[in-house]
């Protein structure tokens, strides 16, 4: 089954911050699409998510991957080496000092596979037949707490600790992410995306803005408009992507492109 990707990014300071420190990655030809949340004074949150994405870029800018396994170990691989790079800076420059990212990537394969790699608390998720699943699971000190059935699915996501991370690429010389498999249909519609998103605004309203916009750039605006009704706290970044029912004109492009604020995007 040949696969044709649809994709749109949105991404935008938010109404609070100063600064847009997410960064994405939309790479059709490879079928890559990453988003990156950087943390850190001084800037510093922006070098690393750029550094996170510019490093997948450069790993796996080139063909697509062909089995799973070579793609998975390719993927990881590539998130080490984005952890290690950010960690190098921020122990050599001392504004840098502590900065570190998020990110989630997913890679397309043939036969219907998709690969995710995953540290912190941006998102991936997947709407097919109208429902929405998340596909990672957020390092947080929260979602920890979750887990153990001392916080509710309510509670967690209004917690003031929401964003405390227990694992960011470059905090720690090496950082192991999740690799998770997913599989992917003609009509599936994935998203990546910062907290910025996922703290304002509910999954069913994430849900509705994916049903209900006819193509990804829709989409990913409405995400954003909702995140700054929300209020805006966070830099807030959508990457949504569409596997589409049937070969359509888009096949070609979009042209690939990074991006780490909303003036390159
Ligand atoms: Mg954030």
Same mark, same amino acid.
């Given at each position: 089954?040949?696969?044709?990707?649809?994709?749109?990014?949105?991404?935008?300071?938010?109404?609070?911050?100063?600064?847009?420190?997410?960064?994405?990655? $939309?790479?059709?030809?490879?079928?890559?699409?990453?988003?990156?949340?950087?943390?850190? @004074?001084?800037?510093?949150?922006? /070098?690393?998510?750029?550094?996170?994405?510019?490093?997948?870029?450069?790993?796996?800018?080139?063909?697509?991957?062909?089995?799973?396994?070579?793609? @998975?170990?390719?993927?990881?691989?590539?998130?080490?080496?984005?952890?290690?790079?950010?960690?190098?800076?921020?122990?050599? %420059?001392?504004?840098?000092?502590?900065?570190?990212?998020?990110?989630? $990537?997913?890679?397309?394969?043939?036969?219907?596979?998709?690969?995710?790699?995953?540290?912190?608390?941006?998102?991936?998720?997947?709407?097919?037949?109208?429902?929405?699943?998340?596909?990672?699971?957020?390092?947080?000190? /929260?979602?920890?707490?979750?887990? *153990?059935?001392?916080?509710?699915?309510?509670? $967690?996501?209004?917690?003031?600790?929401?964003?405390?991370?227990?694992?960011?690429?470059?905090?720690?010389?090496?950082?192991?992410?999740?690799?998770?498999?997913?599989?992917?249909?003609?009509?599936?519609?994935?998203?990546?995306?910062?907290?910025?998103?996922?703290?304002?605004?509910?999954?069913?309203?994430?849900?509705?803005?994916? *049903?209900?916009?006819?193509?990804? &750039?829709?989409?990913?605006? &409405?995400? %954003?408009?909702? $995140?700054?009704? @929300?209020?805006?706290?966070?830099?807030?970044?959508?990457?949504?992507?569409?596997?589409?029912?049937?070969?359509?004109?888009?096949?070609?492009?979009?042209?690939?492109?990074?991006?780490?604020?909303?003036?390159?995007?």
């Amino acid at each position: 089954m040949e696969m044709q990707l649809a994709h749109a990014v949105a991404t935008d300071v938010g109404r609070v911050r100063d600064q847009n420190e997410d960064a994405w990655l $939309a790479v059709p030809a490879g079928r890559l699409f990453a988003v990156a949340d950087g943390m850190g @004074g001084h800037a510093a949150g922006e /070098v690393a998510s750029r550094l996170a994405v510019e490093t997948l870029a450069d790993a796996l800018e080139g063909a697509p991957p062909v089995d799973p396994d070579s793609a @998975g170990s390719e993927l990881g691989r590539a998130v080490l080496e984005a952890g290690r790079r950010i960690h190098e800076q921020a122990e050599r %420059v001392p504004e840098r000092r502590g900065m570190g990212t998020t990110v989630t $990537a997913l890679r397309f394969l043939e036969g219907g596979q998709a690969l995710l790699v995953h540290v912190g608390d941006s998102r991936a998720y997947r709407l097919r037949d109208g429902g929405l699943r998340r596909l990672t699971r957020d390092h947080t000190w /929260v979602q920890e707490q979750l887990d *153990r059935g001392l916080i509710s699915e309510a509670g $967690a996501r209004r917690h003031p600790a929401s964003s405390v991370l227990t694992r960011a690429l470059g905090t720690e010389p090496r950082v192991e992410p999740d690799l998770v498999e997913v599989d992917w249909r003609p009509g599936d519609v994935f998203l990546l995306c910062s907290d910025g998103l996922t703290g304002p605004v509910e999954e069913g309203d994430i849900a509705r803005a994916l *049903r209900d916009s006819p193509d990804p &750039e829709s989409a990913a605006a &409405e995400l %954003v408009r909702l $995140a700054n009704q @929300g209020g805006g706290p966070d830099n807030v970044t959508a990457v949504v992507v569409r596997v589409a029912t049937e070969p359509t004109s888009e096949a070609a492009g979009p042209r690939p492109a990074r991006g780490g604020s909303a003036a390159q995007a």
